[in-house]
């Protein structure tokens, strides 16, 4: 049996499957600022790798989720198009003093803005400046405007804006973030010069950057389209980027995560991980990864461990100073398992012994579990969650108990001793008891 399809009938279907794609749609500048960077966002997040892996669009595929593209699109009117005079301005023409730090693709500054009204004292900002060569910079840009644009949560900094200009000196790619005054919690673990963190701030700022990332990986609903009717399904978003540099602090030690630039999609439907070229800090990255490419929310949790490992120890995951069996942080913590005896001894010396041992017992376990070499073994966000939770619990329990002594209420106002100092004061300690030991 034949179906007759008349000409007429096959152009109308063609004109309703175009009109399920997404067209990027040219619009001037918006609210009085300079400057054309809304066109050249649109005309590039194309080639924004995190939309790239995705299946393509089509009638058959009626439960395919909105892509982050997509939803940015809706929301693209909430950030600032800043021009490039106004940032000059705000950072003193990018001046070397007011340098907050600098990573492998550009430098961030502290800024003053005006107020979106104009009425008001200035506001104090973050302002990221990427090198102004190279195509991968501009991906990430791109990348990073689109997810926290669209992406919104209290463990999450806020982008307010953006610049984008290109010009006979190369172009010049911006970001403006919130300010955040406590800077990142890497500073405090590993900078001597920064106050160390009490124990239980280690344990609320760790929680608080896993509620950030349960966010992302079960947190963001996406609102579905098929034939007969609408519904909500989740967006997995992989980070790709966590480690201690990138969770920065406020002003009350609230964490949120920073650098969304390598941030992607995650696995829809069936599949379990995409493919794509390894990329991100040496340590920190999930082997799976790391030999074939496959990445997933699991890969997040495996960086997570060894996050959790650095708030324990007060080490960073690789530190080529120190010798050769201490120098790999996952590789060191091996010999001194949770059950064992010997555990503590890898407790930061920083914390002066003020912490619960049967918490950092139960956060090693959990990390253990996080860096297990097979991704489905380890744990979900949700449960990560969870354990930290109970650890804060136990940290409680025991505070009210007395079986923990009480954090120095100076422990974010003056420096505490280096680890030299520790040592000499144990052998000092030592030495002590040997004379107590001869004289009697």
């Known amino acids: 049996m034949r179906i007759k399809i008349s000409l007429s009938q096959i152009r109308e279907e063609l004109s309703k499957m175009m009109k399920c794609f997404y067209i990027f749609k040219d619009k001037s500048s918006r609210s009085g600022r300079e400057g054309r960077s809304a066109p050249e966002l649109r005309n590039t997040s194309k080639s924004n790798s995190s939309a790239s892996s995705r299946p393509t669009r089509s009638t058959g595929s009626s439960s395919m989720p909105r892509s982050i593209p997509e939803m940015y699109r809706e929301k693209e009117h909430n950030s600032i198009v800043f021009s490039l005079s106004e940032l000059r301005e705000a950072t003193n023409n990018f001046n070397k003093l007011l340098r907050l730090g600098e990573g492998g693709f550009g430098s961030v500054y502290k800024g003053k803005i005006r107020p979106p009204d104009g009425k008001g004292d200035p506001i104090v900002v973050a302002i990221k400046k990427l090198n102004t060569y190279g195509l991968q910079g501009h991906k990430e840009w791109v990348a990073e405007v689109q997810f926290l644009g669209v992406l919104e949560h209290p463990n999450l900094v806020k982008l307010l804006g953006y610049c984008a200009v290109d010009g006979e000196r190369g ?28 124990w239980r701030t280690r344990l609320h700022i760790i929680l608080g950057a896993a509620q950030g990332m349960a966010y992302l990986h079960e947190g963001l609903e996406v609102q579905v389209n098929t034939r007969l009717n609408c519904s909500c399904m989740n967006l997995k978003v992989i980070y790709r980027d966590f480690k201690s540099s990138n969770v920065l602090l406020d002003n009350n030690f609230i964490p949120k995560l920073s650098d969304f630039g390598l941030a992607r999609e995650g696995p829809i439907g069936d599949r379990s991980h995409v493919s794509t070229a390894p990329v991100g800090t040496y340590g920190y990255a999930a082997p799976e990864y790391v030999t074939e490419g496959h990445l997933s929310t699991r890969s997040d949790i495996y960086s997570f461990g060894v996050v959790l490992y650095e708030i324990l120890t007060g080490r960073r995951a ?60 380890r744990p979900t966000i949700t449960q990560v969650v969870e354990v930290l939770q109970q650890a804060i619990k136990d940290t409680e329990e025991e505070s009210s108990s007395n079986t923990i002594g009480p954090e120095p209420s100076s422990s974010r106002s003056k420096p505490v001793a280096t680890d030299k100092q520790f040592n000499k004061l144990r052998v000092n300690a030592a030495m002590r008891q040997m004379s107590h030991a001869a004289q009697a």
Do not use: G
């Open 171 to 198: 172009i010049q790619r911006l970001l403006v973030y919130e300010y955040m005054p406590k800077k990142s919690l890497e500073d405090h673990l590993f900078n001597r010069t920064v106050p160390a963190i009490p």
């Open 318 to 377: 690789l530190e080529r100073n120190r010798p050769a069996v201490e120098q790999k942080l996952l590789e060191w913590v091996k010999q001194f398992p949770a059950d064992s005896r010997k555990f503590s001894m890898i407790i930061d010396p920083r914390l002066q012994n003020q912490y619960s041992l049967n918490a950092a017992r139960r956060i090693a376990k959990l990390a253990d579990s996080c860096l297990n070499k097979n991704a489905r073994d």
